[in-house]
């Protein structure tokens, strides 16, 4: 079981603070993806409009979300998270933005689904492409959707019910879930997304992972607890969001509280 392979640990935010509640994943999946998804050297495979594999079922794929795929899984089952499987589309339009989002999802079956949107790209068309950049960043966006996991199998197990119903509940739950037909405008709907605790916890994760990467740790920890600078050019798109959909303080509070926490274990574990 999924909740079998994680486990929630308190601890202290600093002195003064109070107690904060992050989400902790097995150490392994922190190198694991990074390195999985390198070798697979995606970026470098075929994904073109002619490469399109649509067979009029689920979204279509290209030999560069095979390989994805098959990269993001592997690592997976490596670091005892293999009941996850990984699935990796395309959305079939250019961009200058390798990849469009992830999600999670859960099968008839009960098996817990993290879901790839890639769009088609060529890296020599995209003005200082980096691989390195994009094989961190998706293995962060890839470990917010883990939480995600994480947190809906503790669901589970809180409310003896099986995965596929914890999930549907979680859906139906307007305090974990923003619905979009409930807002009048993107900006609204993205605030209250934002505030959802699941969101909060999951960005946070994210969040830590790529201001520790791009700062290290002390000019993270203090990046988080000082005013948001918008114009840094390398703040993570994850604190921007929460910038710039002006999210209730309590919130916003509760994202830097986690970030802080969540940098400060990174940072203990070496990760």
Known sequence: KLGD??????????????????????????????????????????????DLDDDGVGMPAT???QALAASINKAFKSTGLGD?????????????MPWRSATIDVAEDGTPVVM???????????EGFDSKKLVKELAAALR?????????SKQ?????????????????????????EKY?????????YLEKH????????QAAENLLDKYGEDEALDVVTKDIDLDDPVLPDEVKKYKNYDVEKKSMNKFRSKIYSYIKDFAEQNL
Not at 14 to 34: C, D, M, R, V, W
Not at 118 to 124: G, K, S
Not at 144 to 152: G, I, K, P
């Open 5 to 50: 392979l994680v486990e929630k640990e308190v601890r202290g935010l600093n002195e003064e603070s109070t107690l904060q509640e992050i989400t902790k994943l097995p150490k392994q999946i922190f190198g694991a993806l990074e390195s999985a998804i390198t070798k697979s050297d995606f970026w470098n495979k075929d994904n073109e409009y002619e």
């Open 63 to 65: 030999p560069s979300t």
């Open 84 to 96: 996850i499987v990984a699935l990796v589309h395309s959305s079939g339009d250019y961009s200058n």
């Open 116 to 126: 790839l949107l890639m769009n088609l790209f060529d890296p020599e068309d995209i």
């Open 144 to 152: 917010h959707e883990v939480v995600h996991l994480v947190q809906l």
């Open 156 to 180: 589970a197990k809180n409310k003896n019910v099986d995965l596929e119903t914890a999930f549907q509940q979680m859906m139906d739950d307007p305090k974990q879930v923003a619905d979009p």
């Open 184 to 192: 009048l405008d993107r900006k609204e709907y993205m605030k209250s």
């Open 198 to 205: 699941i969101e909060v916890d999951a960005h946070a994760h």
